[in-house]
Nanobody, 124 residues
Framework: QVQLVESGGGLVQAGGSLRLSCAAS????????MGWFRQAPGKEREFVAA????????YYADSVKGRFTISRDNAKNTVYLKMNSLKPEDTAVYYC?????????????????WGQGTQVTVSS
């Protein structure tokens, strides 16, 4: 089992940047594919980005491709989401998730552990 704690959310103006962090504790961090999802009010949770166990492969939703970067530091048991050129439509609660599966998925149902979420608000 793994525990996930997100941080780094906040209020930012459109065009600005934020970096989210997700610290993991418990079972070996490199056992997990890691992902970021987000959920805006009244909407379903949606995939944002994911990264393989080694960090060698990354995947992004089309809506964030070219603006967001996912990375991980396995020595620090932490995964990051750097968000640039933020837009008001990026406003949501952002969740970190861990999957015990070796394959990287973009479906929330494939992830086994979740953090509590961190709010990101982008003002226009």
């Amino acid at each position: 089992q793994v525990q996930l704690v997100e941080s780094g959310g906040g209020l930012v103006q459109a065009g600005g940047s934020l970096r989210l962090s997700c610290a993991a504790s418990g079972r070996t961090f490199t056992s997990y594919v890691m992902g970021w999802f987000r959920q805006a009010p009244g909407k379903e949770r949606e995939f944002v980005a994911a990264i393989s166990r080694s960090g060698g492969m990354t995947y992004y939703a089309d809506s964030v491709k070219g603006r967001f970067t996912i990375s991980r530091d396995n020595a620090k048991n932490t995964v990051y989401l750097k968000m640039n050129s933020l837009k008001p439509e990026d406003t949501a609660v952002y969740y970190c998730a861990a999957s015990v599966r070796a394959v990287v998925y973009n479906s929330a149902t494939r992830y086994d552990y979740w953090g509590q979420g961190t709010q990101v608000t982008v003002s226009s």
